[in-house]
C-alpha cells in the first residue's frame, strides 16, 4: 500500500518554482532518505506533505486520501528543521512537552492517564533522557532538546514518521544511538521513515530508499539502484558515487 503517493506536484514562491512536477510513491514500512542541495525544496516538500503549504498544481494522497480529506493525523509523527530555542524560564517540563505528542490520539482526553505516562517514560529512556524528565526544557543543551523534541514527535506511535535533519544538533554518539532507534521504529515498530538530511555519504547506512531532488526529482530508488546508475555516476562523479555506495550496507 502507498502510504504517500505524490503526484506531479509543483510549488512556487514569489514567481519562482521550489518543486517542479514532482511526483513519487512511498510505500508502508519503506525508510526514504530524503537528500539534494541547499535550497533544493527538501522542506518545501515535506510541508506540502502535510498540509502545512498549498501547491500550486498536483496532488498529495496519504493514506489513500487526498489533503482536504484526510482525517488521521495521529498516524503521522514531524520534528521540522527549525526549532527555536526555548526560553530558560520557559515553564513546561521535559514530560510535559513530550505529552503535547499525545494530543493526535483520538483517545486523548486532555489529561494524562497510566498508560499516556508510561508511554512518555518509555519513549524518554529510549532516547537516553528518562532521567531530566522532570527538568525545564529552557535549562537544557540544544542536543538535549532536540532529543525531547524527537521524543515528542514518536510518543504517539505514528505509522509514518517525517523528519526534517533531526540530528543536526546531536553529538555523534547520540546520533548513531538516535539512528538506531529510527532503525528500531522501522524494522520492529513497522513505522515507514522519511528522513531528510544534508549526509548523502552516509545516509545509505540507515535508509533503504534515495529520493534526491533538486526542484524536480533527480533520482527515486534503492541504493542499489543508485549505485548501478551511470547517470547518477555523471550527476555526482564517479568517486561520490563510490563513497556513497560504500556507505550503503548491502
Same mark, same amino acid.
Given at each position: ?98 505529552? $503535547?505528542?499525545?494530543?493526535? @490520539?483520538?483517545? #486523548?482526553? =486532555?489529561?494524562? /492517564?497510566?498508560?499516556? !505516562? ?92 534515495? $529520493?534526491?531532488?533538486?526542484? @524536480?526529482?533527480? #533520482?527515486? =530508488?534503492?541504493? /542499489?539502484?543508485?549505485? !548501478? ?22
Amino acid at each position: 500500500m502507498n502510504v504517500i503517493d505524490v503526484r506531479n506536484l509543483s510549488f512556487s514562491y514569489n514567481g519562482v518554482d521550489v518543486l517542479k512536477d514532482i511526483s513519487f510513491a512511498v510505500h508502508g514500512e519503506d525508510y526514504v532518505g530524503l537528500a539534494g542541495p541547499n535550497g533544493s525544496g527538501k522542506t518545501t516538500l515535506l510541508k506540502a506533505l502535510l498540509g502545512i503549504v498549498a501547491p500550486a498544481r498536483g496532488v498529495v494522497r496519504l493514506f489513500d486520501h487526498e489533503l482536504n480529506d484526510f482525517r488521521d493525523w495521529h498516524k503521522i509523527g514531524y520534528l521540522p528543521q527549525k526549532l527555536n530555542a526555548f526560553n530558560p524560564h520557559f515553564p513546561s517540563t521535559v514530560r510535559e512537552i513530550v505529552a $503535547l505528542g499525545l494530543i493526535s @490520539k483520538r483517545t #486523548f482526553s =486532555g489529561r494524562l /492517564d497510566k498508560a499516556d !505516562r508510561m508511554a512518555i517514560d518509555r519513549t524518554l529512556d529510549r532516547l537516553h533522557i528518562l532521567d531530566i524528565g522532570d527538568s525545564l526544557i529552557g535549562e537544557l543543551s540544544g542536543g538535549q532538546q532536540q532529543r525531547v523534541l524527537i521524543a515528542r514527535a514518536i510518543v504517539h506511535k505514528p505509522e509514518i514518521v517525517i523528519l526534517d535533519e533531526p540530528a543536526s544538533a546531536l553529538d555523534p554518539d547520540t546520533r548513531e544511538h538516535f539512528f538506531s532507534i529510527l532503525r528500531d521504529l522501522n524494522r520492529a515498530d513497522h513505522a515507514t521513515v522519511i528522513l531528510v538530511t544534508h549526509d548523502i555519504g552516509s545516509i545509505g547506512q540507515h535508509a533503504g530508499k534515495l $529520493l534526491y531532488i533538486d526542484r @524536480k526529482v533527480i #533520482f527515486y =530508488g534503492s541504493f /542499489d539502484d543508485f549505485c !548501478r546508475s551511470e547517470n547518477m555516476a555523471a550527476l555526482f562523479g564517479g568517486n561520490a558515487q563510490h563513497i556513497i555506495c560504500h556507505q550503503h550496507d548491502r
